[in-house]
């Protein structure tokens, strides 16, 4: 539901930027309360009249000459939106909102918000690929909690075709609802999520780890503590910040994560393990650095507490979300594990997909539950694939999203 939400639009100089003006006048039609930012290049693309006729208020385009009803501009449009929308999200803007760089309305207006920001990239396809602009993206997404729709891939208004195309109004209204629908779902929730790989020592400077980034369990976690739930985030060692509002018990071994998740368990309705933990550890682990004295060493591993399928075996009420990652009969092993463990649901990852899995900002698989029941999930970005997995809890307690 739209209806009465506070949606602020910025506009960034971008040719998608016509496409502002039909999603502004959607959202109206909504019943959407909008207010439009634009960038000074904005108005060489699509001129503040169109908006404001379409918004039914005034345009702001620039810090010192503003509408003269409102106080001082970037706080009272900071303070007065719920929703943030930038679209099109030029490479300018996401590049000087990742840095802290506040010098035009629009970019001092979001970094003074607390309002939820979706971002909606638009540019050119090798733009878009610069790793500078995915440093970027990564950095609103995680430090943030920025949330990014799109690009498509397509035609492009520059000639090329690929990947940069600004998602269409009507996806980017749907998204928006989504979004709206789903936001206090949680709320009297608690969800325990792990996340990040483990680290088995070998003696103190060696271990055995993978490549988990973490990205996964800590878009779950942020977007769970966005619907209202309250969020204990168990982590092995990632470079990544935890989300706002989340309780952050950091870890390091599968053993160390046991003992956490046994803790927090039994205050916990929902359990999300999407940890890579490690299966073995050393059979010992040395307290001094090991020496070089042989040509050849060889390794004693030992198992592991499975924690997800201890957890299986005293699962009372709650609800229990496991993941896959596997390189070959990804669907077999998934159903395999949603009774081995005793699960509801299992999200299921081809890892050796490119854009899926470990150390990716996206993701693919499938959703499968105890049921029967499966579902495709194609190439997202983490945060998407985490809403939408919420989506899919949230139906099993009993709060259906769709
Ligand atoms: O059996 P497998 O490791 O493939 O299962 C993956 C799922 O089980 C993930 O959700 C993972 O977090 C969880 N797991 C666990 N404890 C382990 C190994 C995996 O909780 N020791």
Redesign the pocket.
């Known amino acids: 539901m739209l209806k009465g939400k506070r949606i602020l639009v910025g506009i960034c100089g971008g040719i998608a930027a016509y496409k502002s003006a039909d999603l502004v006048s959607r959202l109206k039609k909504k019943g959407a309360c909008v207010k439009v930012i634009m960038t000074k290049n904005a108005g060489e693309f699509i001129t503040p009249i169109t908006l404001a006729s379409l918004s039914g208020n005034k345009v702001a385009t620039d810090m010192f000459s503003c509408p003269q009803d409102w106080d001082i501009q970037h706080i009272s449009l900071a303070q007065w939106a719920e929703y943030i929308i930038i679209a099109p999200a030029t490479a300018n803007f996401i590049g000087k909102a990742a840095s802290g760089i506040a010098d035009d309305l629009l970019t001092t207006t979001v970094m003074a918000s607390k309002a939820m920001v979706i971002a909606v990239p638009a540019m050119n396809t090798n733009m878009y690929n610069n790793p500078i602009v995915g440093r970027n993206i990564e950095s609103l997404a995680t430090h943030n909690g920025y949330l990014f729709f799109g690009p498509a891939s397509g035609h492009l208004a520059c000639g090329d075709t690929g990947t940069g195309k600004m998602e269409e109004p009507t996806a980017i209204v749907e998204y928006v609802e989504r979004l709206t629908n789903a936001s206090r779902s949680y709320e009297g929730k608690t969800v325990l999520v792990?996340a990040g790989p483990t680290r088995e020592a070998l003696d103190p400077v060696r271990f055995l780890t993978n490549g988990s980034s973490g990205k996964m369990g800590y878009s779950i976690a942020g977007a769970a503590a966005a619907r209202g739930a309250r969020v204990i985030l168990i982590s092995g060692p990632t470079h990544l910040q935890p989300p706002a509002s989340v309780e952050f018990v950091p870890v390091v071994s599968?053993v160390d994560m046991y003992n956490a998740v046994m803790d927090s368990y039994k205050e916990c309705d929902i359990v999300i393990?999407?940890?890579?933990?490690s299966?073995y550890r050393p059979a010992v682990a040395y307290n001094h650095k090991m020496k070089k004295t042989q040509n050849e060493i060889s390794l004693d591993m030992v198992r592991?507490?499975?924690?997800?399928a201890q957890l299986g075996k005293d699962k009372g009420k709650r609800i229990l979300v496991?993941?896959?990652a596997e390189s070959i009969d990804i669907i077999e092993y998934a159903k395999d594990?949603i009774k081995k463990?005793n699960l509801d649901m299992i999200v299921a990852n081809d890892i050796t997909q490119e854009g899926a899995g470990f150390n990716s900002n996206t993701n693919e698989g499938f959703i499968l539950d105890s049921n029967g029941g499966m579902e495709q999930l194609t190439r997202m970005d983490k945060m998407e694939m985490a809403n939408i997995i919420l989506d899919k809890i949230a139906c099993l307690f009993g709060k259906d999203n769709q």
């Not at 393990?273 to 933990?277: D, H, M, Y």
């Not at 592991?304 to 997800?308: E, G």
């Open positions: 792990t599968a393990k999407t940890a890579a933990v299966d592991n507490p499975d924690i997800l496991g993941f896959a594990k463990k």
